[in-house]
């Protein structure tokens, strides 16, 4: 039998390698190739050209609030070319190169058993060697960077430090997600408040209002667990009184202050986001949603736990592809950097060539615990970037995840004829630049009209009439008229 099948395979090995057998296969290829190529150029099937102009209201790719799914983007957001010599898009070509699937497989799983870690010796850590590599390889920075000496301050910092992340805590909460990761066991919902040591009023007032920890009620639903934790760095005050004592005090009066040994600064907030994902992937990784934002917004946290609750049940249980890659927010898009050099966003041609992905901005975004973890592992690749929604909308775009748009996030308040109406905010979820004085007010008169306002619903894109042209961090009307600058403030959490 076995010199049977021996045979037959010396036959075909001959058939196969005979040349003109070779040639002949090569005619049939091409042939193929030719009539492929010309029926694709001349088909139905081909993609219209792009429209050179943008589109007015910008609706992100991926998934839609209606639930439907839109094309996937074929193209990378950066510019991939190194000429010009931005420096982050030479950085990140570092990286890409090192984590290219096809070049360096075994890289993918380039991970050891991080030993330091007691208290969960389960957790993986990845070890990424090339944050700091592709700087060595690049070399002297300065001259990376002509204009390096003439960029302002906060940009020659962030340079200087962005290959560093791992800073320590300092701070934090003890068991603030429960004892230990057993299944089921986590929050629902974790509210993640990025804030700066000296605004203690803002962080009572959202302790007092929609920041309350413990078993929450819907609106309407049961509600769910709620935890609560403020983001700060170190603060490096002037101050006579000893900002980080009182902090001390605070975190053992309240249990829900985290600080890292960084700078809290406006291009240090990135490493907030950062150090979250990695935070809550060892001490809170059961946690079924977060919201992260800034301390001088007003969330409706009853109907946010509303909300989520219908997400899970209509859309997606846990584990599944919809949860796994779940934000919801202000989806902004179609935005390029900020090249005025007197704004605090500014960002130069040398340090970032291209447009940003979409990205959920204004305040506040939900995720899912599970896509909390997905990012904490995928940022390890992507290069810190000094506005800390766009760098969440490139980890966000490297996981192929688009996060969903939803019209009750105001970034840019009520449009003036809708804030008078007599439910309006019960319209929304969350609403950005709101002082502590009236966060507290606009809670009140919440409650207190929730029962006059129990069939109001949430606002849906039509409602939103307003155009905007966004440009350049400005944001204009269909007119051209400047409706608001400096729109996507990060809670001014800046010593700049
Ligand atoms: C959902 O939204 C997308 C984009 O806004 C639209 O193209 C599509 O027709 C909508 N689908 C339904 C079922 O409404
Ligand atoms: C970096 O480059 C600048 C300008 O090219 C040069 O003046 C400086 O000496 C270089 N520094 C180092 C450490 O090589
Ligand atoms: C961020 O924090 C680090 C560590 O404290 C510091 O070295 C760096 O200068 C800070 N960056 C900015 C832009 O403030
Ligand atoms: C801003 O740019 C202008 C030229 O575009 C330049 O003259 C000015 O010195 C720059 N200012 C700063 C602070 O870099
Ligand atoms: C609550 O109701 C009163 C009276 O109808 C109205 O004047 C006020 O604006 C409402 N406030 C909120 C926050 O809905
Ligand atoms: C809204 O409140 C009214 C009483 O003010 C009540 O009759 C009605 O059932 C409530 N509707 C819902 C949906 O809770």
């Not at 700066?196 to 009572?204: D, G, I, P, T, Y």
Request: glycine share 8%; with cysteine.
């Amino acid at each position: 039998m076995a010199c049977y099948h021996w045979r037959w395979r010396r036959v075909l090995l001959c058939l196969c390698c005979t040349p003109g057998v070779l040639v002949g296969s090569l005619c049939v290829y091409v042939t193929l190739a030719v009539c492929y190529g010309t029926t694709t150029t001349t088909g139905p099937g081909v993609a219209a050209p792009i429209p050179q102009t943008p589109p007015e209201r910008f609706i992100a790719l991926g998934l839609t609030s209606n639930g439907t799914v839109a094309p996937h983007p074929t193209s990378s957001f950066w510019d991939p070319k190194p000429h010009g010599g931005a420096l982050w898009n030479l950085l990140q070509l570092h990286i890409d190169r090192h984590y290219n699937p096809i070049l360096m497989p075994s890289r993918e799983y380039n991970y050891h058993l991080d030993t330091n870690n007691n208290n969960n010796k389960n957790y993986l850590r990845f070890s990424f060697p090339t944050l700091s590599a592709g700087f060595s390889e690049i070399g002297n920075l300065t001259s990376q960077m002509a204009d390096f000496p003439e960029l302002p301050l906060q940009m020659q910092m962030f340079v200087r430090s962005m290959h560093f992340r791992d800073y320590p805590v300092l701070i934090e909460p003890a068991k603030l997600c429960g004892r230990g990761p057993r299944k089921g066991q986590g929050p629902f919902l974790v509210l993640a408040i990025k804030t700066k040591a000296l605004n203690f009023e803002n962080r009572q007032a959202i302790r007092q209002t929609w920041g309350r920890a413990g078993w929450v009620a819907g609106a309407t639903g049961n509600g769910g667990v709620v935890r609560r934790v403020f983001l700060l760095g170190k603060n490096h005050a002037e101050s006579r009184v000893d900002v980080n004592e009182l902090l001390q005090l605070e975190s053992r009066r309240y249990r829900d202050i985290l600080q890292w040994d960084f700078h809290d600064s406006f291009f240090n907030l990135t490493l907030k986001d950062v150090l979250l994902w990695d935070w809550l992937s060892t001490r809170c990784s059961m946690a079924r949603f977060v919201f992260k934002g800034d301390d001088d917004v007003l969330l409706r946290t009853p109907a946010l736990l509303d909300y989520l609750r219908e997400q899970t049940i209509l859309s997606g249980a846990p584990g599944s592809e919809f949860m796994k890659g779940f934000m919801v927010g202000d989806v902004i898009g179609a935005a390029s950097p900020n090249r005025v050099n007197t704004t605090k966003y500014f960002i130069p041609a040398s340090f970032y060539n291209g447009l940003y992905p979409p990205y959920g901005g204004g305040g506040g975004v939900v995720y899912s615990g599970e896509l909390a973890l997905r990012l904490n592992r995928i940022s390890r690749r992507v290069h810190l970037y000094p506005i800390d929604d766009v760098y969440v909308g490139m980890c966000l775009h490297r996981l192929g995840v688009h996060p969903i748009h939803h019209p009750a996030f105001l970034t840019f308040d009520f449009p003036k004829k809708d804030r008078e109406e007599r439910c309006a905010y019960h319209t929304i979820l969350l609403v950005h630049k709101r002082s502590p004085a009236q966060v507290m007010k606009l809670w009140s008169e919440i409650m207190r009209n929730q029962t006059e306002c129990n069939s109001t619903i949430l606002r849906t894109e039509k409602e939103n009439k307003n155009t905007f042209l966004i440009d350049s961090f400005s944001v204009k009307d269909n007119k051209g008229q400047e409706l608001l600058t400096d729109p996507w403030g990060s809670s001014e959490n800046s010593a700049l």
